[in-house]
């Protein structure tokens, strides 16, 4: 039972454009939620969060949003740059806070 | 400041055989957390230690184990090594009183069962 679903395996943008990743959750207990980002031969590194007391969350040019009633959540870079080119992984962790259920993730190519 | 560090980077194992994968937290961390990551997937959560126990466990059988020294840094043992098992082993440090789910990740064990 997949409790993280992230449906697009991939997803290819022009450099200067929006990138829109896309996570879905089954689990209701889930109330707190992150993205990781990972590029080949390294460990995953956390990104941002997002509490589901807000349904907005900015750093930069990276944004989450979160919508419970659908429970869906969005991750929006802009501008998009070659640099983001890497694998996103949305992530929830249970009550306790030790352990993340990780999406399958969305592999991000940024093309110049 | 070094950050999580694994060892060794690849390993080859052939059926049956047993593996220790090993692991050096950040520094100022005292809890340290294995998943395993197949080729395509994301990374699941195999299980957490802090202050040398087992705190939570994942949906892994017993043929995974692991252990916490004084120093915080961590093993994990895979014994009878099934084709099933070849996977990136990824390591990752915490706070236990950070924020929930904020990990420090490691580069990760290749592990190739043949």
């Known amino acids: 039972d997949q409790q993280v679903k992230q449906n697009s395996p991939s997803l290819s943008v022009q450099e200067g454009r929006i990138s829109i990743l896309n996570c879905d959750y089954t689990n209701s207990m889930f109330d707190y939620f992150l993205w990781y980002k990972k590029y080949p031969a390294e460990g995953p590194t956390f990104l941002i969060s997002i509490s589901s007391i807000k349904d907005k969350n900015e750093d930069g040019r990276f944004t989450v949003f979160l919508n419970k009633s659908a429970k869906h959540l969005s991750l929006h870079i802009v501008p998009s740059q070659p640099g983001d080119s890497a694998v996103y992984f949305c992530?929830?962790?249970?009550?306790?806070?030790?352990?993340?259920?990780f999406g399958g993730g969305t592999r991000l190519m940024v093309k110049p | 400041d070094a950050g999580v560090t694994q060892s060794p980077t690849h390993l080859i194992k052939t059926r049956g055989q047993q593996v220790t994968l090993r692991c050096s937290p950040k520094s100022g961390h005292d809890t340290v957390s294995w998943y395993q990551q197949a080729l395509g997937q994301g990374p699941q959560f195999i299980f957490q230690y802090y202050e040398e126990e087992e705190r939570q466990r994942g949906n892994f059988p017993d043929r995974f184990s692991g252990h916490q020294f004084p120093n915080y840094s961590s093993e994990l043992n895979v014994n009878a090594l099934l084709l099933g098992d070849s996977a990136l082993y990824l390591c990752a440090s915490s706070w236990v009183t950070g924020a929930p789910g904020k990990l420090f990740f490691g580069s990760g064990t290749q592990l190739s069962v043949l």
């Open positions: 992530a929830a962790p249970n009550n306790a806070g030790n352990m993340l259920t």
